[in-house]
């Protein structure tokens, strides 16, 4: 969706828990189509590169938490698309479009750079930051999404902090598979189908690429709709019961991976 962002003081930091009054409002500037609307689409503005990212790994291995999480320190983070590259392929501002600070998920330091997880199309885009534009956390939060059973699982380090049924996206239109991480958590206003909150996921639906203004990111939010929980019914996104979504909001933070199998 096309959105503005509210006119609030935003200062997060990105792997702390966040407070509900300092998350940014988020609302549709486009013309708000009619719910229940089940895909939660950001537009995000990068230097993008001219060709498709290059470097995919549908099967990253992440290895047991605590996972480790690169915030950007600087006003833009340069990504290459190797270890050994001479020159970066992009660049992402440390900022993300709602104003929360930028986190990638790592896969392995190698060398002066660490092996991240980039939230571009497509899926699965590896890329390589330098270990000097980036500060590291550790996260021991995770979830589970098994599309075939429309279950959600959320772990904190070996145990089990939560097992509920969750919507997902249909035939046409599926959630997609692979590894994932927690980018942006926003509060929509005037969007009560997306619930009291809505997580950005670093994943994109692989059959929309447009959607409502956007580029057809992925969204873990709440629903207004709550029979549709526990079925495949949405345009990609995952939806959870809005007490789900409120406790999730309060406990997870941002770069927590996001499994997704079928």
Request: charged share 15%.
């Amino acid at each position: 969706m096309a959105v503005a962002v509210g006119a609030v003081a935003v200062s997060v930091a990105s792997c702390a828990r966040t407070s509900a009054q300092h998350l940014p409002l988020v609302r549709i500037a486009a013309q708000k189509p009619s719910p229940p609307v089940t895909a939660l689409v950001e537009a995000l503005k990068v230097d993008r590169p001219s060709d498709e990212w290059p470097v995919v790994d549908p099967n990253v291995q992440l290895g047991p938490p605590p996972y480790h999480i690169a915030e950007v320190t600087g006003p833009v983070v340069h990504v290459f698309d190797s270890p050994t590259a001479a020159a970066p392929r992009l660049q992402l501002p440390r900022r993300t479009e709602h104003g929360l600070s930028r986190v990638l998920l790592m896969v392995a330091p190698e060398g002066d750079r660490f092996k991240v997880l980039l939230p571009i199309r497509p899926n699965n885009a590896i890329g390589w930051v330098p270990a000097s534009e980036v500060s590291i956390q550790e996260v021991n939060y995770w979830i589970r999404i098994q599309t075939a059973s429309h279950t959600m699982t959320v772990g904190d380090g070996t145990q089990l902090v939560d097992q509920e049924p969750v919507a997902v996206g249909t035939g046409g239109t599926p959630t997609p598979v692979g590894t994932f991480y927690l980018t942006e958590l926003i509060r929509p206003i005037g969007q009560p189908y997306y619930g009291p909150y809505a997580y950005t996921l670093s994943a994109h639906s692989d059959v929309l690429h447009s959607f409502m203004g956007g580029d057809g990111t992925i969204g873990l939010h709440g629903t207004n709709a709550p029979g549709s929980i526990g079925r495949a019914v949405s345009h990609g996104c995952i939806r959870v019961s809005n007490p789900t979504i409120t406790k999730l909001a309060a406990t997870l933070p941002l770069g927590t991976p996001v499994f997704v199998t079928p």
